[in-house]
Nanobody, 123 residues
Framework: VQLQASGGGWVQAGGSLRLSCAASGRTFSDYVMAWFRQAPGREHEFVAAVHWNETITNYANSVKGRFTISRDNANNMVYLQMDSLKPQDTAVYYC?????????????????WGPGTLVTVSS
């Protein structure tokens, strides 16, 4: 599946952003969808994942209670609503897809990746 993320930008600490990821090419509802991020000089970090059924989700502890992942299977979209942003959330954010029935958190478990979108949070 081909993925294209958008919605990144600059925001002050405490603000909000909503990332979007458009999918195409295969049956979107067969895939677990996730967001990862990579801060400068650091490894990719799992952020959140959502099951194909749109209701089962998983979050990294660092974003739990602040970020919300959702998906719209009818329109082949996945979203990441980011609230109460902190400077440490600054990173390039990537959406990824995995053809699996569970919610993996490791980068190697995801088959397809889109180009990232940069989120910058200033203090």
């Amino acid at each position: 599946v081909q993925l294209q993320a958008s919605g990144g930008g600059w925001v002050q600490a405490g603000g909000s952003l909503r990332l979007s990821c458009a999918a195409s090419g295969r049956t979107f509802s067969d895939y677990v969808m996730a967001w990862f991020r990579q801060a400068p000089g650091r490894e990719h970090e799992f952020v959140a994942a959502v099951h194909w059924n749109e209701t089962i989700t998983n979050y990294a502890n660092s974003v739990k209670g602040r970020f919300t992942i959702s998906r719209d299977n009818a329109n082949n979209m996945v979203y990441l609503q980011m609230d109460s942003l902190k400077p440490q959330d600054t990173a390039v954010y990537y959406c990824a897809a995995a053809a699996t029935p569970y919610l993996p958190t490791l980068r190697l478990d995801y088959d397809d990746w889109g180009p990232g979108t940069l989120v910058t949070v200033s203090s």
